[in-house]
């Protein structure tokens, strides 16, 4: 039966841009929804704006405009960059908005009616130069577990403590600096500490809804007592106002975990689903992604509201780690951090992004990090140096040699075919006479234990799994040699039939891997011209014999390294200072004034005349050869130099080349090149070249010299 699943991640503070970390939780979230939609379940995956509380209304305060303002401005950039990272929401809505006024009043009178709020008349901080109570994070001081200096008034970032604001220790108002008075007001309390609360929390948390390590967090929490919860804010504050008072507003962690709810009510609404009955139905599962930043806040406060107001708890929370930059923790002002704006405005690839990010997320709650050798090395070689060199190993056989067409004869050919076929191209051994090929038997054996992983969010398992399936259909490749059939009169039905084979087996790679490259899979349905989008059941269908397919065209390029050091380019507010001695832009009484100074434009690289002219018979001297590198080193004696060493069909080469400032050792290794095999070795100091690989440059960049696909180690070049 098909599973009704109801799906969300964090909302998103609306008072800035997204950073990377918000990507790669998208991401994660938007693969396993891809996939579940893939075997046919029914999702409703929305998100929404988190706009209110006082860092939104003070922002909106210092640049002289409403809140409503920068929501509504931060909300269209969000939108943007959903779209751009292929995040497929079904709705994104925002927390300002009149469904979660509605729900944070109906839930708030059901947990009073239920006794499970209480009013207490509270000392709190107030800054007597702002004029404002100040919320948590607007306090600061040291940890009162701890002992730590410069933490926020609700939790330690070091050791992990939550407590009330008068608890730090030597506080200050982070707005003004100034040391906060104690002023009364009254509040209203969600009384977390109800032995009815504790008892539900500690079922529900170990229920096996949570990561094993959560649940063993929460434990703690438990044990430990918890404190019944604030939910009031004092005017001034952009929020919710609490019904039947005056100057009393929501604490914007009551209203924003509802807004899952309003943004769900709101889609459905558009739908014409009925809310209410849809939540009351038993079979619809409610599942939220999120951060290992605001685990208390999701397994403690938000169940036990919903519980009590009688409405469903969830029934899971996935909980992911941090995103770090090459080991370190990002930080923008340090200079850090990916900005995932200026990565879409440099036009680099957002599937390369996911497949990376899957690459390396699994179900437990570890910090992820991105290293940008490694993510171009992986792209490079994974996605295109094996998933799309399948396709366009065969692709240009098919459109050449039969017009686009496939092979007539089914791929489960029985014995006269494969006789046939046996002429000169022998079919593999383990082949059953009347079954499909064993290559094929094999990619589809993989299908439940790749979905299984899949389910389980254990993404970097079931890559794994799709990239050894590639690198065993590309050594099937090699060993058929479809190049050499090509050669041979009277094979072009085995040449036909063997590139049907490697387009249905690139066809199920693909479905293995849309759930995290859907605009690649979308352009490979449009290239085998399917009749409807993959899903996960047509692993066990097959291309139709005699099918057309339309021109091929390149479903990935490889990342250029100079994208990458654009990308990681420090914004201009962590830049260093400029050197003393130079000259600063006057000031002007109406603000900065910037003089424009002539400059001269970057002179292009020169191109050199054409050498002298020489003979064929100059020119057949030269042995040229396709190579394949099999492996690559640095050489820690030469900056410049790599050590590669060359498959050239008959034996292997040892040579040095000069490339080390344009490609790393990782993205190097399986790719085809072309080397001058004749060339009298040179010894150096740190072993002998034995031949010369080419490339082509401009003094800058350099770019190594590849042949088309198809080309085999050892092919001489004429």
């Known amino acids: 039966m098909p599973r009704k699943l109801f799906v969300t991640t964090a909302l998103p503070y609306a008072n800035g841009p997204f950073h990377i970390g918000h990507i790669m939780e998208y991401t994660q979230a938007d693969i396993w929804v891809r996939f579940q939609r893939m075997q046919g379940h029914k999702i409703q995956f929305v998100c929404a704006d988190d706009t209110h509380g006082a860092p939104i209304m003070l922002k909106a305060e210092a640049e002289g405009i409403k809140p409503e303002e920068l929501i509504g401005r931060v909300a269209e950039s969000h939108k943007r960059d959903l779209a751009r990272f292929g995040v497929s929401f079904d709705h994104f809505h925002s927390t300002h908005s009149d469904e979660n006024r509605q729900l944070a009043g109906d839930i708030f009178a059901a947990l009073k009616d239920a006794g499970f709020i209480a009013n207490r008349t509270i000392e709190q901080f107030f800054d007597p130069v702002k004029g404002m109570f100040l919320p948590d994070r607007y306090i600061k001081g040291e940890c009162p577990k701890c002992g730590a200096k410069d933490q926020y008034g609700d939790s330690c970032e070091a050791c992990g403590a939550v407590y009330a604001p008068t608890d730090l220790k030597e506080p200050f108002s ?94 459905l609404d558009r739908k014409g689903v009925d809310f209410a009955k849809y939540l009351a139905d038993p079979k619809v599962e409610q599942v939220h992604f999120i951060g290992k930043d605001i685990i208390y806040f999701h397994t403690l406060f938000w169940p036990a509201m919903l519980k009590f107001a009688g409405r469903k708890v969830p029934d899971n929370v996935f909980v992911h780690g941090f995103i770090t930059l090459s080991g370190e923790k990002m930080s923008k002002s340090r200079g850090v951090s990916i900005s995932p704006q200026r990565y879409a405005d440099l036009g680099l690839n957002p599937e390369w992004f996911r497949y990376y990010i899957a690459a390396k997320l699994n179900a437990h709650v570890e910090d992820l990090d991105f290293n940008p050798d490694d993510f171009l090395a992986r792209v490079n070689s994974d996605l295109v140096g094996k998933y799309v060199n399948i396709a366009s190993r065969a692709a240009g056989f098919i459109a050449k040699r039969f017009n686009g067409k496939l092979s007539d004869e089914p791929l489960s050919a029985g014995r006269e075919l494969r ?300």
């Open 419 to 718: 006789h046939k076929l046996r002429g000169n191209v022998s079919a593999p051994a383990a082949d059953n006479e009347e079954q499909v090929p064993a290559i094929l038997f094999e990619v589809r054996s993989f299908a439940d234990q790749i979905a299984a992983d899949y389910d389980a969010r254990e993404f970097g398992k079931a890559i794994r799994q799709v990239m050894f399936l590639a690198d065993r259909v590309n050594q099937y490749v090699d060993e058929q040699k479809p190049w050499e059939i090509a050669k041979e009169s009277g094979q072009e039905p085995a040449l036909q039939w063997f590139c049907t084979l490697y387009l249905e087996l690139f066809r199920i790679l693909t479905i293995y891997l849309k759930p995290v490259l859907p605009k690649v899979a979308e352009d490979v349905e449009a290239f085998l011209a399917l009749a409807k989008p993959l899903a996960w059941e047509d692993v066990g269908d097959a291309l139709k014999p005699g099918h057309a397919v339309q021109p091929y065209r390149h479903l990935l390029s490889r990342i250029d390294p100079k994208q990458i050091e654009q990308l990681l380019e420090p914004p201009a507010e962590s830049k260093p200072e400029p050197a003393k001695g130079s000259q600063a832009p006057p000031a002007s009484p109406d603000g900065p004034e910037f003089k424009l100074e002539p400059v001269e434009p970057p002179k292009p690289a020169p191109i050199l005349p054409v050498g002298e002219t020489i003979s064929i018979d100059d020119f057949g001297k030269i042995d040229l050869r396709v190579a394949r590198i099999v492996d690559a080193e640095l050489v820690p004696e030469a900056e410049k130099l790599l050590r590669l060493t060359l498959d050239i069909g008959v034996e292997t080469r040892t040579v040095f080349a000069g490339i080390r400032s344009a490609y790393t050792p990782k993205e190097l290794v399986g790719r085809l090149t072309i080397m001058v095999a004749n060339l009298a070795p040179r010894k150096m100091r740190f072993g002998e070249s034995q031949g010369m690989v080419l490339a082509a440059g401009d003094g800058n960049s350099i770019f190594l010299l590849s042949p088309d696909a198809g080309a085999t180690p050892g092919m001489r070049i004429k």
């Open 174 to 267: 982070a707005l003004t600096g100034a040391k906060p008075v104690m002023k009364k007001s009254e509040h209203f309390f969600f009384r977390l500490s109800d032995p009815r609360c504790v008892e539900f929390l500690r079922g529900w948390t170990q229920g096996g809804r949570l990561q094993p390590e959560v649940a063993n967090k929460v434990r703690e929490w438990l044990d430990s007592g918890l404190n019944d919860w604030d939910i009031t804010r004092d005017a001034p504050y952009f929020g919710i106002e609490i019904p039947g008072t005056k100057g009393k507003y929501f604490y914007v962690w009551l209203d924003a975990p509802i807004g899952y709810l309003a943004a769900l009510k709101s889609h």
